[in-house]
């Protein structure tokens, strides 16, 4: 069964500063790797995906993830933070059958 | 394209009363589409797939009597709470496979949050 960890529930950056959020994975087969956000009473959206290929991915609002097959790692990085981006963001793990495991989350906030 | 739409957005109702949550896919046909509970500042768990036509398939610890999933039609899935009690309040998520996001990618609906008094 496939497992997914990040590291740290909350997370607090300036604005301007680098954004970093850690997610480690666990599969024993090659995964598929996603990051969500998630707004206040709002569903999820799609940040980024990793299937094959391409390691370091980019997606949507300046974010982009590196997938580390060596360090079961996908963490989240944007170079400089804006207040938009304070919600909560999951990282989660599929081996190919849509079956979503999610993290418990990270809750990023931006300090002005 | 790709939207999932969820209704109602939030709804409150007395304890013993049934609640029925509607997940449509409004510009593709989904096949399979996922429901998930999510607690406050808690992730999302993952309560049932549901498969249009067929019987839904629910994970380990999710009563089937208590979470009726209905789906239909390649655009429509519900999920009834049935004799609501106060520990089902909660956040309820819907998701759909298919779309032009691409494959194993999801659409996620706002979600629904569930009130029970």
């Known amino acids: 069964a496939q497992s997914v960890t990040q590291l740290g529930s909350h997370v607090s950056v300036s604005e301007g500063a680098l954004v970093l959020l850690r997610c480690n994975y666990s599969s024993s087969v090659p995964p598929y790797l996603f990051w969500y956000v998630q707004y206040p009473n709002q569903g999820l959206q799609l940040l980024l995906k990793y299937t094959t290929g391409a390691t370091l991915v980019k997606g949507i609002n300046g974010f982009e993830a590196e997938f580390k097959k060596s360090e079961t790692s996908f963490h989240l990085t944007k170079p400089s933070a804006h207040m938009s981006d304070a919600a909560e963001y999951f990282c989660a793990v599929t081996i190919g059958n849509e079956k979503l495991t999610f993290g418990t989350g990270t809750r990023l906030t931006i300090i002005p | 394209g790709a939207v999932v739409s969820q209704h109602p957005s939030w709804v409150i109702c007395k304890s013993g009363t049934s609640v029925k949550i509607e997940c449509r896919s409004l510009?593709?046909?989904?096949?399979?589409m996922f429901w998930y509970r999510q607690f406050p500042k808690q992730s999302l768990m993952l309560m049932a797939t549901?498969?249009?036509?067929?019987?839904?398939?629910?994970e380990q610890g999710v009563e089937k009597d208590k979470f009726l999933i209905n789906h239909a039609s390649l655009t429509l899935s519900t999920l009834t709470v049935t004799s609501a009690h106060p520990e089902d309040s909660s956040f309820y998520i819907c998701?759909?496979?298919?779309?032009?996001?691409?494959?194993?990618?999801?659409?996620f609906g706002a979600g629904s949050r569930l009130t029970v008094l």
């Open positions: 549901s498969n249009e036509g067929s019987k839904a398939t629910y």
């Open positions: 510009d593709f046909q989904a096949t399979t």
């Open positions: 998701s759909a496979s298919g779309g032009i996001t691409g494959a194993n990618v999801l659409t």
